[in-house]
């Protein structure tokens, strides 16, 4: 590895230890193996090394949502169907245990965000793609075919649905919402709009 691959290396590792808040210059460095000219070389700044890293572990959580069907919903049910819906749930469900430490990171960023301007900066930008890496796993849709509007929309969508069942996963587990329960909401939901 370089000195760009062992910084954001050592920077995960950092930020699952410490955090966004605690996690300084000199602990990446120490941790990384480098020497503090290569964070403004390679990433411009600390921060913008976090979030670089920060972004890193959600894509690597994200992997373990998709429910393995593939586009063009190769899937035993339709592709937006409320199967999909629910088995990616449960996978994301399934995932919060083992990545606890990076859904606290979130909460860190919400709620020190005023001591984290620039991270908070670079992490609203990440959100877009964020929602539109999320869309496919529901849709079946390849990420590079979706228009603008359904990132707006059905990605926003996801995205609040994703960190309000976050929160509740980490605030008390035995009592947050399941698979199940989510799906059929949305159930009771659709049903309730066709009627109307």
Known sequence: ??????????????????GFVRTTARDIVKESG????????HYG??????????????????????PGW???????SAPRSL???QEVWA?????LPEARAVWMLTLEVILYADRLQEVRSLLAVAQEQGRAGIVPLFTGV?????????????????QTLLNGLMVQ???DPPSATDAAQLTEGLRRVIAGAARD
């Open 1 to 18: 590895m370089g000195h760009r691959e062992d910084l954001l290396e050592g920077a995960r590792r950092c930020l699952l230890e410490k």
């Open 34 to 41: 480098t020497n503090l000219a290569s964070i403004g070389y």
């Open 45 to 66: 700044s600390k921060d913008a090394l976090l979030v670089q890293a920060y972004v890193s572990l959600i894509e690597g959580i994200g992997d373990t949502f998709d």
């Open 70 to 76: 593939g586009a063009g919903g190769e899937s035993p």
């Open 83 to 85: 199967d999909r819906f």
């Open 91 to 95: 996978n994301v469900i399934r995932s």
């Open 142 to 158: 390849p990420e590079d075919e979706l228009d603008k509007e359904t990132v707006d929309s059905e990605g926003r969508f996801y």
């Open 169 to 171: 996963w980490l605030f």
